[in-house]
Each structure stands twice: as C-alpha cells, then as structure tokens.
C-alpha cells in the first residue's frame, strides 16, 4: 500500500458513464430465454403467495434461485407493474417480448450494476492511482459481464458485486462483514458455494488469531449472524414445509454433468471422447445410440480445493483473499457437475483485483480474459450479434495491453534508470537492455501461439465448416471452441495454484 492518493471519484463516474452508455446501445440485442426466466419470475413472485413460490409450474422456467434472489425479483415486481401490468401477469405475461418489457427488465440489470460499482470504488479507495484505473478498466468495462449481462441477460454484475464487497472488507480484515457478505451472496445464488470451504477456513483461522477467549467470541459472532441471514432466507419457506422443494428446485441432479453450451472444463474432454467412441461403434455396425449434443439447466457442484485451504489455514493473509478464492472458483468451474460456461466470471472478475500486483499476474491475466471472453462466443450465435462481440473482445485486448504496459513498462524503466543500475561507466546501450530484461509487459511466443490458434479455431467454426462441412456434424464447432478454451483454462489453474503456493511459502 502506497501514500499515493488514489483517483479521484470523478474518474470512476466517467468510466460508468462509458459503461452505461454501451449498455443502452445494447438495450435491442439479442436476448435468451433468460430473459424469459427472469420475466416470469417477476410475475411469479408477484401473483403468487410465497408457498407456492417453488412448487408453481405455470412455466418451464421454474424458480431454481435461492429466496434471497426471489425477494429481490418481488422487489422489482411492484416497479415491473408500474410500468406495465402485463410483465407481471402469471398467463397473459408469457413470453412477452413487448418494448416495455425489454426496456424494464434491460434497465434493471444496468441499474442493479450499482453494486459493482460500488464494489470496486471500495477495493481501490486507497490503491496507486494507475492501478486502480486499470483495475476500473477491467472489472466495469468487462466484455464477458456485457456479453452475458447485456446481451445475454442475466444479474452476473449485480451478484459480483456482492462477492466484491466481501473481498474488499476481508482484505481490511473486517471478516465479520466479509463474512455476513459471502452468506448474503449464497442466499442470492447458491452457485457461489464453490468457494465456501476457503471462506470457512479462512474465517475460522482468523477468527483464532488471538486467545482462545477472544477466537471463541469471534467466531460466535460471525456464527449467530450467518444463521441470523439464512433463517431470513430460508425460515418462511420452513414455516410453509416447503424446504424440501426449495432444496429439490435448487439442485436438481437429473439436468445431467454438462450444460447446453459445454463449458470448457475437465468434462469436455469426456463429452470429445464420449461422442468420438459411438461413431466409431456405429460405424462397427454396434447399435449404439449417439448422445444428443444439448442439455439443459443449470447447477454448478462443489469442489474442494485441498490446495489452497492449507494455505488459508497456515497464513490467512488478507490481501490474499482475492486470489484463494479465485482459484477456489477456478477448481469449482474444471471439475463441477453441470458447469455454465458462464460461470468463468466468477474467477475471472475477482482474478482483475490482483492482476496489477506483479507483472506474472499482469500477463496470466491477459491469457486467461482472453480464453474466458472467448469461450463465451456461442452465447451469442446470431449474426447480427457476431460484430459486437468480436469488437469488444478486441477492445478489451487493446485496453489490457495498453494498460498492463503502462503499469509495467513504466517501473521498469523507473528500475533500469535508478541510481544504483547505473554504476561505473555503464553505458547506455547497457541500460537499454536493462530496460529489456528489467519485466516490461511483453506478450511471449507461447502466449501469440495460442491466441493465434484461437483465431484459427474460429475461422474454421465460421467459414470453413459451413463452406467444407455444411450442416454435417453441427457440435464441430463448439466442441473445438470448448476443448481448446479448456487447455487454456487449465494452465491458468496450474498457473494460479504455483502462484498460491511461492505467496506462501
């Protein structure tokens, strides 16, 4: 932490106005059935009594959200009838898609986008100024968030938010708020599960940093309000004998181990192996029954991240909170069951908090937005979105490089031209390379390797599998974009687990 007073607020209001803007430019995109989901959550919340909250089935798209996020749809239903009856109505309300509609439910999102923003003023109220402009850039002008926020549709932005609020007070050592946060988020969206066993490690050890007496306070504190939230969220729905539903809606096991879109995890590699197997066996004349290339829901499953919970044990460090649970995220997205691909911005959001820390974090984070945003390509499948998303992942690329060379670049210069580099009569050539070895951000031949293999898996999903292959084998090009985003994703939790452990050692 520096003396440098950190940017001014001003500066943070002009990066949401840019941001706010390009949303509203979004406002006549493509939208996906969750934007159905949502609307007809409004009208569910709105029209029907609690009890029958998680047991109406008026709708495929049924609430699957825990009671947090119900009361927060209820919230936005007495704006929703304000504006328009109709999006609230439980039958006449379905699948509209009236411009009322579009607009409320598009300005709710940029709205409760709030969160985030606040979220990030906190965490870099006291950083370096450049650093925390950069961190600005990364989090609020997000391609993946507009992609899947504003595109898309959903509340990503507004829940990250939440989980940033947590990070930021954890990082102050403030865990009795870090703590009441992450519970809050969890009553919001169970997906966030993934990095509990990091939170109560982590939260535990801390709590005992002193004497037995005191530890013991603590922890009652932090105990009595987790229960204080989750008797908020889920008492009613006990007192209706709904909790069984509640928990039968919320992970519902049948939807199958991957998602519609493969996300590019561990598992995509046994979907390739899977489908390559029984066209094989077809072709041998076995009767064996091709899967079907889609699925459909939405559940992501724990996963213990043994390595890092060691670590949060031994040395609970606060400005290491970020990273533990972004390689918790990380570990949860690889091996989980039924994994959105859109659940990358769980660790990627977090992982821009420590990106302007060290130049290795710098360049592992210009790899893995990258991989991230690009994976997310097949969200938006309609031509008339295809334009929007290839420019913002290439915006996103300039704004990082340029971003991490000026952090970067600049301290190494500052380290090369320092009084004690320029001993004797070393000369100025000497310097320069100083200056070369000194850890500006470059891009390495392995880094342009694999982005250029991105370019080239992309040119044959749009141009050459349709020319050459027609509409034979259709899951081609999304399998190549999930097996190879994978590899990626992969090294990158490698890469974060290496990282964890030399912080820590």
């Not at 609307?39 to 029209?47: D, I």
């Not at 998602?259 to 598992?267: C, F, G, L, R, V």
């Not at 996963?303 to 670590?311: D, R």
């Amino acid at each position: 932490m520096t003396n440098t007073p950190p940017p001014p607020v001003s500066e943070l209001r002009w990066h949401v106005a840019v941001a706010t803007c390009l949303k509203l430019l979004l406002i006549p995109s493509y939208r996906s059935t969750d934007f159905e989901v949502h609307r007809h959550w409004l009208a569910l919340t709105h029209s029907l009594p609690l009890s029958r909250w998680y047991t109406d089935e008026t709708s495929p798209w049924t609430l699957d959200y825990p009671p947090f996020f119900a009361f927060f749809e209820l919230l936005l239903s007495y704006a929703a009838r304000a504006v328009d009856p109709v999006i609230v109505h439980l039958h006449r309300g379905l699948n509209c898609r009236s411009d009322s509609v579009v607009l409320f439910q598009r300005i709710t999102v940029i709205a409760a986008d709030s969160c985030l923003f606040y979220a990030v003023y906190r965490l870099t109220r006291k950083c370096e100024p450049r650093k925390g402009r950069l961190i600005w850039a990364l989090v609020i002008w997000s391609p993946m968030l507009l992609i899947v926020d504003h595109v898309h549709f959903q509340y990503n932005g507004f829940l990250l938010g939440i989980l940033l609020l947590s990070i930021s007070y954890l990082s102050e050592g403030k865990d009795l708020a870090g703590g009441c946060l992450f519970a809050i988020l969890l009553c919001f969206k169970h997906l966030f599960a993934v990095a509990a066993p990091v939170y109560f490690v982590y939260l535990l050890r801390r709590c005992f940093r002193g004497t037995f007496v005191r530890g013991f306070g603590r922890l009652s504190a932090l105990g009595v309000a987790v229960i204080a939230i989750f008797a908020a969220a889920y008492g009613p729905f006990i007192y209706h004998g709904q909790m069984q539903q509640v928990i039968r809606r919320m992970f519902p096991f049948g939807r199958g181990l991957c998602h519609a879109y493969w996300a590019p995890n561990m598992w995509v590699f046994y979907i390739v192996m899977d489908k390559v197997l029984s066209f094989v066996l077809r072709r041998l004349g076995f009767d064996i029954q091709m899967p079907a290339a889609s699925f459909t829901g939405g559940l992501v499953g724990n996963s213990s991240p043994f390595a890092v919970l060691p670590q949060a044990w031994r040395n609970p460090q606060p400005k290491d909170a970020a990273r533990w649970i972004a390689y918790a995220y990380t570990s949860g997205f690889l091996f989980g069951w039924h994994v959105h691909e859109k659940a990358s911005l769980h660790f990627v959001i977090p992982l821009a908090l420590t990106a302007v820390q060290s130049l290795g974090d710098a360049k592992h984070y210009f790899w893995l937005s990258i991989v991230s945003c690009y994976s997310l390509f097949p969200l938006l499948y309609e031509a008339q979105e295809y334009p929007i998303k290839v420019l913002l992942l290439l915006l996103h690329c300039m704004a990082m490089f340029l971003g991490f060379s000026a952090l970067f670049n600049e301290s190494a210069r500052a380290k090369a031209t320092a009084p004690e580099s320029r001993k004797g009569d070393q000369s100025g050539e000497k310097r320069s390379s100083s200056l070369a070895k000194g850890g500006g951000f470059t891009i390495g031949w392995i880094t342009r390797c694999y982005l250029f293999g991105i370019l080239l898996v992309e040119l044959w999903g749009q141009f050459l599998h349709p020319y050459i292959l027609g509409n034979k084998l259709p899951f081609v090009p999304l399998m190549m974009i999930s097996v190879y985003c994978a590899f990626g994703i992969m090294y990158s939790w490698i890469w974060q687990l290496r990282s964890i452990v030399r912080c820590s050692s």
